[in-house]
């Protein structure tokens, strides 16, 4: 098994509340975004609504 730390890739960016690097695809449908990881009060969802402009 190898371990190791994958670098981001296109498109992924750094949850500021959980630090999980995420990609907008996790967040489910554009009209009904959820954090991934089930947080009430994600910020990570206003940065993909705002990628989607």
Not at 33 to 43: A, K, S
């Amino acid at each position: 098994m190898v371990e190791g730390v994958t670098a981001k890739r296109e498109g992924e960016f750094t949850c500021t509340a959980c630090f999980m690097i995420v990609h907008p695809r996790q967040f489910g449908r554009r009209d009904r975004l959820t954090c991934p990881v089930g947080d009430d009060d994600c910020p990570a969802i206003a940065v993909v609504r705002a990628s989607e402009s």
